[in-house]
């Protein structure tokens, strides 16, 4: 998927032809990921947040650049063994686990993500709201945030006026 790339599109599929597999590699501009994950046999991102998405359904995933996704272990490494990209990768079998996926997602919920939605009203006052309550909890030297499988949907409705 390369939202907001598309002159990178001929740049992937030169690239592509070049390696001789072109006949295999598809820029998609939009719709939703998990319908073109089904059908892919692996997943190529430069630092996207979608290699998580990858990585949740099976894929083996390469990430070009720097990304939590890409740093962990659970993503093709070129140089690991007798391994090339591209070639080996396309013809790799190994998969992340999926404890490990479900292990280091869980990890970032739990740290680094806050309910919200940027685009909704709704959602800025939760995010706000919940922004808020991690900075009270840091300051007071609670710092760990509260694990998103704790959260429940009444503790992410709003409370009285937005922040």
Known sequence: VARGHIADAIQIHRSARL???????HC????????CLRGARGFITI?????FSALLHGKVVVVLGR?????NGLTF???IGPRQFPHDFWT?????????????????????LLPGDFYHPLGRQIAVRHCLDKLARSASGAC???PASTRTSA?????????
């Open 67 to 71: 990304s939590i996704a890409g740093s």
């Open 155 to 163: 503790s992410m409705a709003p409370r009285g006026k937005a922040a």
């Open 47 to 51: 630092t996207s947040t979608s290699a």
């Open 144 to 146: 760990r945030a509260t």
């Open 19 to 25: 390696h001789g597999v072109g006949e295999r590699v």
């Open 77 to 79: 490494r070129e140089g």
């Open 28 to 35: 998609v501009h939009t719709g939703p990921l998990a319908a």
């Open 92 to 112: 790799a079998e190994e998969r992340a686990p999926a404890a490990s996926v479900t292990r280091l997602l869980n990890l970032i919920r739990a740290e680094a």
